[in-house]
């Protein structure tokens, strides 16, 4: 039986392997399920691994060769896999019976086959190690983002932070950094670049292009720079022909991609998104994730750009101006005289904080080591900048740019104009449009005030302009002023083409100058100046002379200046009469007379037929204007305003009502009158019959852009026709309580721009319609100082005899001699004290501080004058002041001219909230100063005796005020206020007031009296 082991284990044998067969015939087609699965796992990891390597091509080429033969080897493979899947599935369709193989050896070697398969796919997915390769492609373009080498920089960290803050915003695609030239934009798009090489980021690329002006040679060189940051090979761009498929390739790329596209100085309009999508960059969206950086000089260029976020980049503060110049001098040459720190902080004042210049001055300085070599720097920089070492030859043409980027030469010739104000002026943007009509410089065919205010949006959007639209001021940076005066002066060829001074003086040598000249302006004068002649100025098109304490100017002094198209005389109080021969001057279209003392207008102002602006604000000795045959020869008129001090008594005037409508037959455009009568508001337009309660009645002046309404008390209406004004651009209504309806509806409401006015006031209007009410809203601006929080509604009064007589209103008096004001406002006369609730004034400089209801101060009666006196404690150290009562006067007012000296003395400086609160018409400055009274871009208002009816233009300013307190019963302790807003006055406006007086204590209801 030893034969029977052997023989079973044969068969055992031929058992297992045809079992084993069998199973693969029968397992065949879950075999094949399997292979295809496997299979397209296969491509899905071989797709992904041809996506990095054509990322990476060129920049790891020992990574790509390996992927490369891998992906060989899977080509190959899914070239087998895809007959054999096909060959058995042929063979599990064609069983006999629906079980049996037709041929079952076949059906076997296939399965075999199949499952070898299975390994070999299985195994190609373990041979590519993806993860390693996944690391070295992230490390490489974690890279990728060249670094810069950078200079000294100061103060751009916050903003650093405010970019990345965005680029991290996944809602944020686009962002733009504009500024002015030499602002640092540049500056500040390196680090964020420098962020990206040394801070891990998620962006497969960080691509950096310097734009150039040439359009057609910078398409072209843009998708090279960014084709060589993507490496794409050169056979590969070189079989692209034309822009379109270059920009198809660039796409191809990029598709997918996370990337950072830093685009520097970005000047043209046609550098939109769209451009630069055809050139085959992916809009970034939400789903790619990408960005676009961009600087530029325009915030006009952010629009065309798509930004959603635009960060104006600003010049930088006094101490980090001073820093970064002093970094670049040296403390070597700081400390070489002592002298020379002080003379440093001058000359980096002088750059006004632009890098640029700062830069550029401070490497000229860095081995200057004398006081006089520094001293004779500002010198230059103060008078010709452009002959600074650097600045005529770098910054100015840096700057230039911006100006040159100008589409229209309106434009260009409305931004030189400009240069005729003096440094660091507050430019009213009523009187620049004014000016620039009267030059001739805008288009004739255009409404003139429209275009004006295109252009200054124009310049705020080239950043050679700014400025505040709720203030109506403008200003330029003051080396964009120094370059705008170098270009008028065809780049300082010809230096005497433009002459603009401060504190000038009439002398031959300044009168030669004028020769030459086509634009110049005088600002201000240390001493009374006397014109002993007339000038030769046979190119001079506009004269400014203010505030230059002239007399009068000598017979012919106009004979020789006979191109003269702007004459602005304003602020010389001393000008009494105003020559004659003025009616030769025929080119004449823009006049301003305003806050001068003439008498009368003479006579050949008729001869100026071409003139189209004419000012005579505050002019309050004008008595006696030409007759209705001379004005109406002002056939161009467009400009005509005539605000009035409170003192102007027009009972004695010779100004008939038809004279002034003589105006209206030609093109007035824009009318300013405001008249007072015996301190009880009137205004008369001449346009209008002199009423109290309303402007106008009936009649329609189609051709009206602008009306502004001041201190009108009695006004209730404008017009009860809503048709009165179809043209009306701008209302502006300051003080006029009783105003409750304005005269528009719905087509003139749409018309109308802007709407300026106090809160108050605006909240209290009647509306007919729902529909203007929403349309007036959107465009209301408010002129309002902030309001004082916490504001009482108690009506409180105090007396030493509890007799109550009346109660108008809110407010509640006495008949006793005591002089009374309530919170809610209103006067009665006491003869205890007087009691003045300034809780309002207090909450709004000190919140927080539980202050006392009411402050009392003194009243006494002078016997001599019969005049009411009170006194207060002022200044610091603080000086007892004695202040005659103006129960109806706007603001208190001080003499300043006559030994005025405190430590707390602060000039109210324009744009101001307490400029705002003190409703001050003018900005101006002084040049006998700094002192009280007499300084630099301060608020003006008119400071009134109403004893002998007089008036005066004076500084707004603040100082320490000390008063007494009262809990309502017992006097308490002495309270100051450290900001209370006054008006200096000059010494003769003192005359008839009670001896020992110092000035008025004005108690009307306005934000500033004394019962504010």
Same mark, same amino acid.
């Given at each position: 039986?030893?034969?029977?082991?052997?023989?079973?284990?044969?068969?055992?044998?031929?058992?297992?392997?045809?079992?084993?067969?069998?199973?693969?015939?029968?397992?065949?087609?879950?075999?094949?399920?399997?292979?295809?699965?496997?299979?397209?796992?296969?491509?899905?990891?071989?797709?992904?691994?041809?996506?990095?390597?054509?990322?990476?091509?060129?920049?790891?080429?020992?990574?790509?060769?390996?992927?490369?033969?891998?992906?060989?080897?899977?080509?190959?493979?899914?070239?087998?896999?895809?007959?054999?899947?096909?060959?058995?599935?042929?063979?599990?369709?064609?069983?006999?019976?629906?079980?049996?193989?037709?041929?079952?050896?076949?059906?076997?070697?296939?399965?075999?086959?199949?499952?070898?398969?299975?390994?070999?796919?299985?195994?190609?997915?373990?041979?590519?190690?993806?993860?390693?390769?996944?690391?070295?492609?992230?490390?490489?373009?974690?890279?990728?983002?060249?670094?810069?080498?950078?200079?000294?920089?100061?103060?751009?960290?916050?903003?650093?932070?405010?970019?990345?803050?965005?680029?991290?915003?996944?809602?944020?695609?686009?962002?733009?950094?504009?500024?002015?030239?030499?602002?640092?934009?540049?500056?500040?798009?390196?680090?964020?670049?420098?962020?990206?090489?040394?801070?891990?980021?998620?962006?497969?690329?960080?691509?950096?292009?310097?734009?150039?002006?040439?359009?057609?040679?910078?398409?072209?060189?843009?998708?090279?720079?960014?084709?060589?940051?993507?490496?794409?090979?050169?056979?590969?761009?070189?079989?692209?022909?034309?822009?379109?498929?270059?920009?198809?390739?660039?796409?191809?790329?990029?598709?997918?991609?996370?990337?950072?596209?830093?685009?520097?100085?970005?000047?043209?309009?046609?550098?939109?998104?769209?451009?630069?999508?055809?050139?085959?960059?992916?809009?970034?969206?939400?789903?790619?994730?990408?960005?676009?950086?961009?600087?530029?000089?325009?915030?006009?260029?952010?629009?065309?750009?798509?930004?959603?976020?635009?960060?104006? %980049?600003?010049? #930088?503060?006094?101490?980090?101006?001073? +820093? &970064?110049? =002093?970094? !670049?001098?040296?403390?070597?040459? *700081?400390?070489?005289?002592?002298?020379?720190?002080?003379?440093?902080?001058?000359?980096?004042?002088?750059?006004?904080?632009?890098?640029?210049?700062?830069?550029?001055?401070?490497?000229?300085?860095?081995?200057?080591?004398?006081?006089?070599?520094?001293?004779?720097?500002?010198?230059?920089?103060?008078?010709?900048?452009?002959?600074?070492?650097?600045?005529?030859?770098? %910054?100015?043409? #840096?700057?230039?740019?911006?100006?040159? +980027? &100008?589409? =229209?030469? !309106?434009?260009?010739?409305?931004? *030189?104009?400009?240069?005729?104000?003096?440094?660091?002026?507050?430019?009213?943007?009523?009187?620049?449009?004014?000016?620039?009509?009267?030059?001739?410089?805008?288009?004739?065919?255009?409404?003139?005030?429209?275009?004006?205010?295109?252009?200054?949006?124009?310049?705020?959007?080239?950043?050679?302009?700014?400025?505040?639209?709720?203030?109506?001021?403008?200003?330029?940076?003051?080396?964009?002023?120094?370059?705008?005066?170098?270009?008028?002066?065809?780049?300082?060829?010809?230096?005497?083409?433009?002459?603009?001074?401060?504190?000038?003086?009439?002398?031959?040598?300044?009168?030669?100058?004028?020769?030459?000249?086509?634009?110049?302006?005088?600002?201000?004068?240390?001493?009374?100046?006397?014109?002993?002649?007339?000038?030769?100025?046979?190119?001079?098109?506009?004269?400014?002379?203010?505030?230059?304490?002239?007399?009068?100017?000598?017979?012919?002094?106009?004979?020789?200046?006979?191109?003269?198209?702007?004459?602005?005389?304003?602020?010389?109080?001393?000008?009494?009469?105003?020559?004659?021969?003025?009616?030769?001057?025929?080119?004449?279209?823009?006049?301003?007379?305003?806050?001068?003392?003439?008498?009368?207008?003479?006579?050949?102002?008729?001869?100026?037929?071409?003139?189209?602006?004419?000012?005579?604000?505050?002019?309050?000795?004008?008595?006696?204007?030409?007759?209705?045959?001379?004005?109406?020869?002002?056939?161009?008129?467009?400009?005509?305003?005539?605000?009035?001090?409170?003192?102007?008594?027009?009972?004695?005037?010779?100004?008939?009502?038809?004279?002034?409508?003589?105006?209206?037959?030609?093109?007035?455009?824009?009318?300013?009158?405001?008249?007072?009568?015996?301190?009880?508001?009137?205004?008369?337009?001449?346009?209008?019959?002199?009423?109290?309660?309303?402007?106008?009645?009936?009649?329609?002046?189609?051709?009206?852009?602008?009306?502004?309404?001041?201190?009108?008390?009695?006004?209730?209406?404008?017009?009860?026709?809503?048709?009165?004004?179809?043209?009306?651009?701008?209302?502006?209504?300051?003080?006029?309580?009783?105003?409750?309806?304005?005269?528009?509806?719905?087509?003139?409401?749409?018309?109308?721009?802007?709407?300026?006015?106090?809160?108050?006031?605006?909240?209290?209007?009647?509306?007919?319609?729902?529909?203007?009410?929403?349309?007036?809203?959107?465009?209301?601006?408010?002129?309002?100082?902030?309001?004082?929080?916490?504001?009482?509604?108690?009506?409180?009064?105090?007396?030493?005899?509890?007799?109550?007589?009346?109660?108008?209103?809110?407010?509640?008096?006495?008949?006793?001699?005591?002089?009374?004001?309530?919170?809610?406002?209103?006067?009665?006369?006491?003869?205890?004290?007087?009691?003045?609730?300034?809780?309002?004034?207090?909450?709004?400089?000190?919140?927080?501080?539980?202050?006392?209801?009411?402050?009392?101060?003194?009243?006494?009666?002078?016997?001599?004058?019969?005049?009411?006196?009170?006194?207060?404690?002022?200044?610091?150290?603080?000086?007892?002041?004695?202040?005659?009562?103006?129960?109806?006067?706007?603001?208190?007012?001080?003499?300043?001219?006559?030994?005025?000296?405190?430590?707390?003395?602060?000039?109210?400086?324009?744009?101001?909230?307490?400029?705002?609160?003190?409703?001050?018409?003018?900005?101006?400055?002084?040049?006998?100063?700094?002192?009280?009274?007499?300084?630099?871009?301060?608020?003006?208002?008119?400071?009134?005796?109403?004893?002998?009816?007089?008036?005066?233009?004076?500084?707004?300013?603040?100082?320490?005020?000390?008063?007494?307190?009262?809990?309502?019963?017992?006097?308490?302790?002495?309270?100051?206020?450290?900001?209370?807003?006054?008006?200096?006055?000059?010494?003769?406006?003192?005359?008839?007031?009670?001896?020992?007086?110092?000035?008025?204590?004005?108690?009307?209801?306005?934000?500033?009296?004394?019962?504010?």
């Amino acid at each position: 039986m030893d034969f029977v082991g052997p023989i079973l284990v044969m068969v055992t044998r031929l058992w297992d392997c045809g079992a084993r067969r069998v199973a693969h015939v029968r397992n065949l087609g879950k075999s094949l399920e399997e292979l295809e699965i496997a299979m397209n796992e296969l491509r899905d990891l071989r797709d992904d691994a041809k996506e990095r390597v054509e990322t990476a091509a060129g920049r790891h080429r020992e990574l790509v060769s390996k992927v490369e033969g891998w992906l060989e080897k899977v080509e190959r493979t899914e070239n087998q896999v895809v007959v054999l899947i096909h060959q058995g599935k042929l063979q599990v369709e064609s069983k006999c019976l629906g079980c049996c193989p037709r041929n079952m050896w076949r059906t076997y070697m296939i399965a075999k086959k199949v499952v070898k398969k299975i390994q070999t796919v299985k195994g190609l997915m373990e041979d590519l190690n993806f993860e390693y390769i996944r690391e070295r492609l992230h490390r490489h373009r974690q890279s990728t983002a060249s670094e810069w080498a950078m200079e000294n920089t100061v103060g751009l960290e916050s903003m650093v932070g405010a970019v990345r803050r965005h680029i991290e915003d996944r809602s944020v695609g686009i962002i733009g950094l504009y500024g002015m030239g030499g602002v640092g934009k540049t500056t500040l798009l390196k680090k964020i670049n420098n962020e990206f090489s040394t801070h891990s980021h998620g962006f497969d690329f960080v691509i950096w292009v310097t734009l150039t002006q040439s359009k057609a040679a910078d398409d072209k060189e843009f998708q090279e720079i960014v084709r060589r940051k993507l490496e794409i090979p050169d056979d590969t761009w070189n079989e692209c022909s034309n822009e379109d498929d270059r920009a198809c390739e660039l796409f191809r790329v990029l598709r997918g991609r996370r990337f950072v596209l830093l685009l520097d100085d970005v000047q043209n309009r046609s550098k939109s998104n769209v451009h630069f999508t055809s050139l085959g960059i992916p809009f970034p969206d939400n789903q790619n994730q990408s960005k676009i950086i961009f600087t530029t000089r325009s915030e006009e260029l952010c629009g065309y750009m798509g930004a959603q976020v635009r960060i104006k %980049v600003e010049c #930088l503060p006094p101490e980090q101006a001073l +820093s &970064l110049f =002093s970094k !670049i001098v040296g403390e070597n040459i *700081l400390n070489s005289n002592p002298e020379t720190p002080r003379l440093a902080e001058i000359v980096a004042a002088r750059c006004r904080g632009l890098p640029l210049a700062l830069l550029t001055v401070g490497r000229a300085m860095a081995s200057r080591k004398t006081p006089q070599e520094w001293r004779y720097a500002i010198q230059v920089l103060q008078s010709y900048p452009s002959e600074f070492s650097g600045m005529g030859d770098h %910054v100015f043409p #840096l700057l230039k740019f911006s100006y040159d +980027s &100008l589409d =229209s030469p !309106i434009t260009r010739k409305c931004f *030189l104009y400009c240069s005729v104000f003096p440094e660091n002026h507050m430019i009213s943007v009523d009187e620049l449009i004014d000016l620039w009509i009267g030059e001739g410089l805008l288009d004739d065919r255009a409404n003139p005030r429209d275009q004006g205010e295109f252009i200054i949006g124009t310049l705020k959007l080239s950043c050679l302009l700014d400025g505040d639209e709720s203030t109506g001021f403008v200003w330029m940076h003051e080396l964009i002023r120094d370059m705008a005066l170098w270009l008028a002066r065809d780049e300082e060829q010809n230096k005497n083409k433009v002459l603009v001074t401060r504190s000038g003086r009439f002398t031959d040598q300044e009168f030669a100058k004028w020769r030459d000249s086509s634009w110049v302006s005088l600002w201000g004068s240390t001493d009374r100046e006397i014109i002993c002649y007339p000038p030769r100025c046979p190119n001079l098109s506009t004269l400014l002379i203010r505030d230059a304490l002239i007399n009068a100017f000598p017979s012919g002094f106009f004979d020789y200046i006979g191109t003269l198209n702007v004459l602005d005389l304003s602020g010389n109080q001393g000008l009494v009469e105003f020559p004659p021969e003025i009616g030769r001057l025929t080119t004449l279209q823009y006049l301003n007379l305003s806050l001068t003392s003439i008498t009368k207008l003479p006579p050949g102002l008729a001869n100026l037929r071409n003139l189209k602006c004419l000012l005579l604000d505050y002019t309050m000795y004008l008595k006696e204007i030409p007759p209705r045959e001379v004005m109406s020869c002002l056939t161009s008129l467009q400009v005509y305003s005539k605000i009035n001090g409170v003192m102007e008594y027009f009972d004695e005037a010779k100004a008939s009502a038809d004279d002034e409508l003589a105006f209206l037959e030609g093109d007035l455009r824009y009318f300013v009158a405001v008249r007072y009568k015996n301190s009880e508001y009137q205004f008369r337009i001449a346009f209008a019959a002199s009423v109290s309660e309303e402007i106008v009645e009936d009649e329609v002046f189609p051709k009206l852009k602008t009306i502004s309404l001041t201190r009108l008390r009695s006004l209730e209406a404008i017009c009860r026709l809503p048709v009165c004004f179809s043209s009306l651009l701008e209302i502006e209504v300051s003080q006029c309580p009783r105003l409750r309806q304005l005269p528009f509806h719905g087509e003139t409401a749409d018309f109308l721009k802007r709407i300026r006015g106090e809160t108050e006031w605006w909240e209290a209007l009647v509306w007919d319609s729902d529909i203007v009410k929403d349309t007036c809203n959107l465009k209301f601006i408010s002129t309002s100082g902030p309001s004082a929080s916490g504001k009482t509604k108690e009506q409180m009064a105090f007396t030493s005899k509890e007799k109550t007589a009346r109660v108008e209103g809110t407010v509640i008096c006495v008949s006793e001699l005591n002089l009374i004001w309530t919170v809610d406002g209103g006067w009665c006369i006491s003869n205890d004290s007087l009691v003045l609730l300034v809780h309002d004034l207090l909450l709004m400089f000190f919140p927080g501080i539980d202050w006392p209801k009411a402050l009392v101060i003194p009243l006494s009666k002078d016997a001599s004058t019969l005049q009411y006196i009170t006194q207060i404690k002022q200044r610091t150290p603080v000086v007892p002041v004695k202040l005659t009562l103006d129960v109806g006067g706007d603001s208190s007012w001080v003499d300043c001219e006559n030994g005025y000296v405190s430590s707390s003395y602060k000039p109210v400086s324009c744009n101001s909230v307490a400029c705002n609160l003190a409703y001050s018409p003018s900005c101006g400055s002084c040049f006998g100063g700094p002192k009280p009274g007499c300084n630099n871009n301060n608020c003006n208002l008119f400071p009134t005796n109403n004893i002998k009816h007089g008036a005066t233009i004076g500084e707004v300013a603040q100082d320490a005020v000390s008063v007494q307190s009262t809990n309502g019963k017992n006097p308490g302790e002495v309270v100051s206020v450290s900001k209370f807003i006054f008006t200096c006055a000059s010494s003769f406006l003192m005359e008839g007031l009670a001896s020992g007086v110092k000035g008025v204590a004005g108690l009307g209801r306005t934000k500033i009296s004394m019962s504010s």
